[in-house]
């Protein structure tokens, strides 16, 4: 946990790679079961989300997108044990993502975190 919130103040970084950072970090809440401060986490990680939008993405980042965050909210929600929320914001972040997203690997093992059937036709 250390390491994610040294990075997320580390000054001069691309303002995304500050946004990704929140999510780590609230997924790491989840996964140690800290609910409360997780969704505390994932507030934040979607406000610096919404403040990031617009900025045009680093070639090492081209994925952060909405659709991106919005699969990520999905992991944590799952591991909040929100299932049903969490199917539901990732297929709004996968409608959301530009179609050559949909089929890249690193999508089908982020879905495997939210819902092991979401993969099952990719």
């Not at 989300?49 to 900025?55: Q, R």
């Not at 999905?74 to 914001?89: F, N, P, Q, S, Y």
Request: proline share 2%; charged share 20%; hydrophobic share 50%.
């Amino acid at each position: 946990m250390a390491l994610t919130d040294a990075a997320i103040n580390v000054d001069g970084a691309h303002p995304i790679l500050g946004v990704y950072d929140r999510y780590q970090r609230a997924e790491l809440l989840a996964v140690r079961k800290e609910s409360r401060q997780a969704g505390k986490a994932l507030a934040l990680a979607d406000k610096a989300a919404e403040a990031a939008d617009g900025i045009a993405l680093p070639s090492f980042g081209y994925w952060y997108t909405a659709g991106f965050w919005g699969v990520q909210r999905g992991i944590v929600l799952a591991l909040l044990g929100r299932k049903a929320d969490a199917i539901t914001e990732a297929t709004q972040g996968i409608a959301a993502m530009p179609a050559e997203h949909r089929t890249a690997g690193w999508l089908a093992s982020m879905l495997g975190h939210v819902d092991r059937e979401m993969n099952s036709g990719r």
